[in-house]
Nanobody
Framework: EVQLVESGGGLVQPGGSLRLSCTTS????????MSWVRQAPGKELELVST???????????TYSDSVKGRFTISRDNAKNTLYLQLNSLKTEDTALYYC????????????RGQGTQVTVSL
């Protein structure tokens, strides 16, 4: 059974930082591109960041314009774990953050975990 379990969310003030983690099981983690997606209240799902698998000919990371320069995605294939470092947080970063396995052509159909809530507020 494929499992993705996010942790690390919470309440933080604007300008603060958080580190999200996603522990996975039930599949060969290193073989998949992995992503973080988020959904803010009343808004559509947003693809935040993606990191390539160890098989990619062109390894790397991508970010949405809204988080570029502030968030950093990383992975530890030995621990089957995905991370997202969130710095310089803004109120508009408030959302439910999901760890996702990039297993579909449309990111809205990626296999996702249950999510971890990030709330940025004074």
């Amino acid at each position: 059974e494929v499992q993705l379990v996010e942790s690390g969310g919470g309440l933080v003030q604007p300008g603060g930082s958080l580190r999200l983690s996603c522990t996975t099981s039930g599949f060969v983690f290193s073989s998949y591109d992995m992503s973080w997606v988020r959904q803010a209240p009343g808004k559509e799902l947003e693809l935040v960041s993606t990191i390539t698998s160890r098989h990619d000919l062109y390894p790397g990371t991508t970010y949405s314009d809204s988080v570029k320069g502030r968030f950093t995605i990383s992975r530890d294939n030995a621990k089957n774990t995905l991370y997202l470092q969130l710095n310089s947080l803004k109120t508009e970063d408030t959302a439910l953050y999901y760890c996702a396995r990039a297993d579909a052509t449309d990111f809205t159909y990626y296999t996702r975990g249950q999510g971890t809530q990030v709330t940025v507020s004074l």
